[in-house]
């Protein structure tokens, strides 16, 4: 079975930081594309960030320059540095990963659980 946990959210006035982890466990041979989503009460889903397998990184616009992706494959975790948050950077921030089992030839989408993220104004 495979898990991903993710943590580090909280609460945070506006301007200041957080940094979320996605720890993926299990029988993991490899992790491919690795994406952070968020949503917002009342709103849908939406995309924040996404990095390859090779480290290429992708930004929804309304979050370039403040958040940063990256990962760490040896300890197949990715994070999530928030800096300059805003209130509408409130929601709940989902991990989401292509993964591939040992014994399969597939790669399968897994989901965390999510980590709440509110942001004062």
């Known amino acids: 079975q495979v898990q991903l946990v993710e943590s580090g959210g909280g609460l945070v006035q506006a301007g200041g930081s957080l940094r979320l982890s996605c720890a993926a466990s299990?029988?993991?041979?490899?992790?491919?594309?690795m994406r952070w989503y968020r949503q917002a009460p009342g709103k849908q889903r939406e995309l924040v960030a996404s990095?390859?397998?090779?480290?290429?990184?992708n930004y929804a616009d309304s979050v370039k320059g403040r958040f940063t992706i990256s990962r760490d494959n040896a300890k197949n975790t990715m994070y999530l540095q928030m800096n300059s948050l805003k209130p509408e950077d409130t929601g709940v921030y989902y991990c989401?990963?292509?993964?591939?089992?040992?014994?399969?030839?597939?790669?399968?989408?897994?989901w965390g659980q999510g980590t709440q993220v509110t942001v004062s104004s």
């Open positions: 989401n990963g292509d993964i591939m089992r040992f014994g399969s030839s597939w790669t399968f989408e897994f």
């Open positions: 990095t390859t397998g090779g480290g290429s990184t």
């Open positions: 299990g029988s993991i041979l490899r992790i491919d594309g």
